[in-house]
T-cell receptor, first 110, second 114 residues
Framework: QQQVKQSPQSLIVQKGGISIINCAYENTAFDYFPWYQQFPGKGPALLIAIRPDVSEKKEGRFTISFNKSAKQFSLHIMDSQPGDSATYFCAASSGDKIIFGKGTRLHILP | SQTIHQWPATLVQPVGSPLSLECTVEGTSNPNLYWYRQAAGRGLQLLFYSVGIGQISSEVPQNLSASRPQDRQFILSSKKLLLSDSGFYLC?????????????FGSGTRLTVV
């Protein structure tokens, strides 16, 4: 019940395309859903986050879509660029801990 | 502004040797502190977290331990390292309002046990 399931494990997208990463959760007590971006050899960095009372949040080329009834949320990266190549983690939180998905390794072809 | 420091950046240790990794946070008080481990190409495994001095919650039974001797200092230790302890160790902090700001991670320590 504490898990956050993330797919796909890896993703290859052409430059300029849309990258989509999906996540699902079970625990309805989660009240905060962040996405983290991690480059090789670096710590993850907060990219964008959403709360369950909002269905969509957009920041630049990054959009979170949130479906509370289905307990699913996704990250869309519009106009994907080679600099977006990284590992992306979805996560969910209630209380003092954040539970992470297993990550998606995204590679944008130039 | 708040900053998190983690050291060393890389470490090569023989099997059976002790370990001490340190993490400190500046610019905030009474943070929540976390230790995560990331195996090569894998996800983030929560090892320990602390909501105050001397308060440690362990998530995974293993030969590692954590301590919080000061408000903004978090230490990860082992008395005898195993090969399976190799990985990328990340410290993170969060304000008490975790659902407002999420975590901020340090730059990590790459530990190789040989």
């Amino acid at each position: 019940q504490q898990q956050v399931k993330q797919s796909p494990q890896s993703l290859i997208v052409q430059k300029g395309g849309i990258s989509i990463i999906n996540c699902a959760y079970e625990n309805t007590a989660f009240d905060y859903f962040p996405w983290y971006q991690q480059f090789p050899g670096k710590g993850p960095a907060l990219l964008i986050a959403i709360r369950p009372d909002v269905s969509e949040k957009k920041e630049g080329r990054f959009t979170i879509s949130f479906n509370k009834s289905a307990k699913q949320f996704s990250l869309h990266i519009m106009d994907s660029q080679p600099g977006d190549s990284a590992t992306y983690f979805c996560a969910a939180s209630s209380g003092d801990k954040i539970i992470f998905g297993k990550g998606t390794r995204l590679h944008i072809l130039p | 502004s708040q900053t998190i420091h983690q050291w060393p950046a890389t470490l090569v240790q023989p099997v059976g040797s002790p370990l001490s990794l340190e993490c400190t946070v500046e610019g905030t008080s009474n943070p929540n502190l976390y230790w995560y481990r990331q195996a090569a190409g894998r996800g983030l495994q929560l090892l320990f977290y602390s909501v105050g001095i001397g308060q440690i919650s362990s998530e995974v039974p293993q030969n590692l331990s954590a301590s919080r001797p000061q408000d903004r200092q978090f230490i990860l230790s082992s008395k005898k390292l195993l090969l399976s302890d190799s990985g990328f160790y990340l410290c993170a902090w969060a304000s008490q309002g975790i659902s407002n700001y999420g975590y901020t991670f340090g730059s990590g320590t790459r530990l190789t046990v040989v």
